[in-house]
């Protein structure tokens, strides 16, 4: 009767081993989609975490190792798995604590994903069964990514609609107060809606300073300044306002380079450790803080006219519409 007992026991420990990897390597594949591919994440702080300067391990996605290792469970020894299995929970002590006091703010999918690595210590790992979860937790991550970037369109468009019956209104591309100093006559009918507290934000404009500049043609950008960045954004535009109009786009590139270096400034609004690291290479900021607080104010406007409050976001032809990656830029990304 032990015996059965134990047997039954450890089908049912097997089982959840099993399912606990196939979790572990879906959370791992997604948070490798947020950092490649720019998919929507949960909160501005996972895709923070994410595309901070600790989201890499020796040039590769943190979260790319991770579903390495789980996807090597099946193949290895019981001496493997168990080295497999110190390599998550150490690894995953130390992204914790990197979280808590390096970046001070937790990405929801890490913490699941440490959470994973924890229960999947004490499990046993049967090697088919759990072949067919990882490949399962894989393709429930990829449905994930796109059902949440459907879910942003859609939310995109319900908020549109939530204005009113009436048509949408119409703005005159002219009217828009974008930053025309990255723009071009091929992409003058279109607005690029960012959050620099936006993990996928981040990510996009990451795509777009390609070799440290805007060295190609670029939709001009609109800033959505009402979810808590209202500061660090102020900070960022006085700092390109104050070089010459022609050197804008280099200065732009500068800025997010220097602050996208800790993502974490950017999650908490912190304007003043913004402005001290900025103000080195850019002295004559705060000269120019009222005008970049107008410029927001413009923005403010014309994004509450659309009825845009999320981000990423465009502005085509002066109507509200989805972000699509390939109207962003001339040459495409």
């Not at 579903?67 to 110190?86: S, T």
């Not at 934000?201 to 777009?208: A, F, G, H, V």
Request: overall charge negative.
């Amino acid at each position: 009767m032990g015996d059965a007992d134990s047997s039954v026991g450890y089908s049912f420990r097997g089982l959840a081993g099993a399912l606990v990897c196939g979790a572990g390597a879906g959370l791992a594949g997604y948070s490798v989609l947020v950092k490649l591919a720019a998919v929507p994440c949960f909160s501005a702080s996972c895709g923070a975490v994410i595309n901070s300067e600790y989201g890499d391990l020796f040039g590769f996605p943190v979260g790319l190792i991770g579903l390495v290792l789980w996807g090597a469970f099946p193949w290895v020894p019981r001496v493997g798995q168990l080295g497999l299995k110190v390599a998550l929970v150490v690894g995953s002590i130390i992204f914790i604590l990197i979280q808590a006091f390096l970046l001070k703010q937790f990405c929801p999918i890490c913490l699941a994903h440490a959470a994973a690595c924890f229960l999947v210590a004490a499990l046993p790992i049967p090697g088919r069964l759990t072949s067919a979860t990882v490949f399962l937790g894989l393709g429930l991550a990829l449905a994930a990514a796109v059902g949440a970037d459907a879910w942003n369109r859609r939310q995109l468009l319900d908020r549109i609609g939530e204005r009113g019956s009436g048509p949408a209104e119409v703005v005159s591309p002219g009217r828009i107060p974008g930053l025309p100093w990255l723009g071009s006559e091929e992409l003058e009918d279109v607005r690029l809606v960012v959050s620099l507290s936006c993990g996928q934000c981040q990510r996009i404009l990451e795509d777009l300073l390609s070799g440290g500049a805007f060295d190609r043609p670029t939709a001009p950008l609109l800033f959505l300044s009402e979810d808590g960045n209202e500061e660090v954004t102020r900070v960022a535009l006085a700092a390109v306002l104050s070089v010459p109009e022609s050197a804008r786009p280099d200065g732009f590139a500068r800025v997010l380079g220097i602050l996208l270096v800790d993502p974490s400034i950017l999650a908490r609004d912190d304007g003043e450790t913004a402005g001290f690291l900025l103000s080195a290479e850019f002295p004559g900021l705060e000269a120019h803080l009222a005008e970049a607080a107008d410029l927001l104010a413009a923005h403010a406007e014309i994004l509450h006219r659309l009825g845009i409050v999320g981000t990423p976001a465009l502005v085509v032809g002066g109507r509200p519409a989805a972000f699509e990656r390939s109207l962003v830029a001339g040459d495409r990304l």
